[in-house]
């Protein structure tokens, strides 16, 4: 089983950029598939963007596509999010998750462990 660990969330304001990070422990993260979620007050948690077991494939929602990139250092056992273009629209908890099968897909419940999330505010 897989712990991770989400960090650099914040508040920045419209137009700024923010990395979040997300560490895992207790066991090699090349095992599984990433993914970032985020859920917004009063909304459904959302996908925001995925990643193969070794980098190589990637693929991330309409709304974030150009904005937002999904990367992974294996060797560091840590998922990156790096945002940049923030919108307020894109405020939200941020949680990374981890796919011990091969489903590299967008639904929440296609995500087997998750960590606690991290939350990003972008003011207007």
């Known amino acids: 089983q897989v712990q991770l660990v989400e960090s650099g969330g914040g508040l920045v304001q419209a137009g700024d950029s923010l990395r979040l990070s997300c560490a895992a422990s207790g066991r090699a993260l090349s095992s599984y598939i990433m993914a970032w979620f985020r859920q917004a007050p009063g909304m459904e948690r959302e996908f925001v963007a995925a990643?193969?077991?070794?980098?190589?494939?990637?693929y991330a929602t309409d709304s974030v596509e150009g904005r937002f990139t999904i990367s992974r250092d294996n060797a560091k056992n840590t998922v990156y999010l790096q945002m940049n273009s923030l919108k307020p629209e894109d405020t939200a908890v941020y949680y990374c998750?981890?796919?011990?099968?091969?489903?590299?897909?967008?639904?929440?419940?296609?995500?087997?462990?998750w960590g606690q999330g991290t939350q990003v505010t972008v003011s207007s």
């Open positions: 990643i193969s077991w070794s980098g190589g494939y990637t």
């Open positions: 998750a981890a796919d011990r099968s091969v489903r590299f897909g967008r639904k929440s419940s296609e995500y087997d462990y």
